[in-house]
């Protein structure tokens, strides 16, 4: 199901809010779901430096919507393009170990895309997703 606007949650709530519940294992009327972007409270082992070698990269999927845009359905060609232009003009500002090389899948070469594909940073042509 997907909800082309904000609103949309509480215009349809009987209908969402069940199916949201049931997704993320929680119960809305207890409070939801609360971000923690502390990464001090990740109960995850530090990386040995002989483990980490092996970590070549990561990727990141940005799937929600940003503040003052409607959601992925809702968005015109000209949002889609405002809001690429406002997360790349971030993005070049990581430096040292995060900074990496954005691909804009409209600019594309066909060898970086096959590159990437390979690697599986890219959904290959014709990917249900």
């Given at each position: 199901m997907y909800a082309g606007f904000p609103e949309?949650?509480?215009?349809?709530?009987?209908?969402?809010?069940?199916?949201?519940?049931?997704?993320?294992?929680?119960?809305?009327?207890?409070?939801?779901?609360?971000?923690?972007?502390?990464?001090?409270?990740?109960?995850?082992?530090?990386?040995?430096a002989e483990d980490a070698k092996y970590i070549r990269s990561t990727r990141m999927r940005i799937a929600r919507n940003l503040e003052d845009f409607p959601l992925g359905p809702g968005m015109s060609n000209i949002m889609r393009e405002t809001v690429e232009k406002s997360i790349v003009s971030e993005l070049v500002k990581f430096e040292g170990d995060?900074?990496?090389?954005?691909?804009?899948?409209?600019?594309?070469?066909?060898?970086?895309?096959?590159?990437?594909?390979?690697d599986h940073f890219l959904f290959s042509k014709g990917d249900r997703f």
């Open positions: 949309t949650y509480s215009a349809f709530k009987k209908l969402f809010t069940p199916i949201i519940e049931d997704y993320h294992k929680y119960d809305l009327a207890k409070g939801g779901h609360t971000n923690d972007m502390d990464h001090s409270k990740l109960n995850a082992p530090a990386l040995e995060l900074a990496g090389k954005y691909y804009p899948l409209a600019d594309m070469s066909e060898e970086d895309r096959a590159s990437l594909e390979a």
